[in-house]
Antibody
Framework: EVQLVESGGGLVKPGGSLRLSCAASGFTFSSYSMNWVRQAPGKGLEWVSSISSSSSYIYYADSVKGRFTISRDNAKNSLYLQMNSLRAEDTAVYYC????????????WGQGTLVTVSS | DIQMTQSPSTLSASVGDRVTITCRASQSISSWLAWYQQKPGKAPKLLIYKASSLESGVPSRFSGSGSGTEFTLTISSLQPDDFATYYCQQYNSLWTFGQGTKVEIK
């Protein structure tokens, strides 16, 4: 069974940093591209960042470019999101999501971790 | 950047109704479109990919159609478990979600 479990969320002050993790199991993690998607309270879904299976291709939404860094450790079956210079508008539930094989939709999602940026 | 626009934003319907949600892309995305269902406090769930392909395990009352810039998600006979928010997503060029359509009980 595919499982994605996020952790690392919490309360952080504006300008602060946080590192999110996503632990993957039930599939060959090193064969799949992975993504982070966020959802502000009461709002819709926003794609944040993507990383290919071997970390060769990395993409960011304009809203986080230069502040967030996506990475992965295939030996540990883990995905990460380093978030720096956090702003109030980064407050959201952050989901990790797997890309479905040759196609680029998201077939499995974690349960999410809440990041709150507030003084 | 490709923008995705869903309509309506909210839809009131009854059990047994046929429901259609529309998603429009700001430029052609061929058939690179997915639909997700999200319930409160839960992660999104994939329903449809490549515009019309039903994800394994998803009931056949869900169907998708369209190509280019206009797409629809249809629920042929709304069930109690279907009251949720639905999102379209383009994956032709990076990823963009529509703003969501909340299906509520009439």
């Amino acid at each position: 069974e595919v499982q994605l479990v996020e952790s690392g969320g919490g309360l952080v002050k504006p300008g602060g940093s946080l590192r999110l993790s996503c632990a993957a199991s039930g599939f060959t993690f090193s064969s799949y591209s992975m993504n982070w998607v966020r959802q502000a309270p009461g709002k819709g879904l926003e794609w944040v960042s993507s990383i290919s299976s071997s970390s060769s291709y990395i993409y960011y939404a304009d809203s986080v470019k230069g502040r967030f860094t996506i990475s992965r450790d295939n030996a540990k079956n883990s995905l990460y999101l380093q978030m720096n210079s956090l702003r109030a508008e980064d407050t959201a539930v952050y989901y990790c999501a797997r890309e479905g094989g040759y196609d680029h939709f998201f077939d499995y999602w974690g349960q999410g971790t809440l990041v709150t940026v507030s003084s | 950047d490709i923008q995705m626009t869903q309509s309506p934003s909210t839809l009131s319907a009854s059990v047994g109704d046929r429901v259609t949600i529309t998603c429009r892309a700001s430029q052609s995305i061929s058939s690179w479109l997915a639909w997700y269902q999200q319930k409160p406090g839960k992660a999104p769930k994939l329903l449809i990919y490549k515009a019309s392909s039903l994800e394994s395990g998803v009931p056949s009352r869900f169907s998708g159609s369209g190509s280019g810039t206009e797409f629809t998600l249809t629920i042929s006979s709304l069930q109690p478990d279907d009251f949720a928010t639905y999102y379209c997503q383009q994956y032709n060029s990076l990823w963009t979600f529509g703003q969501g359509t909340k299906v509520e009980i009439k």
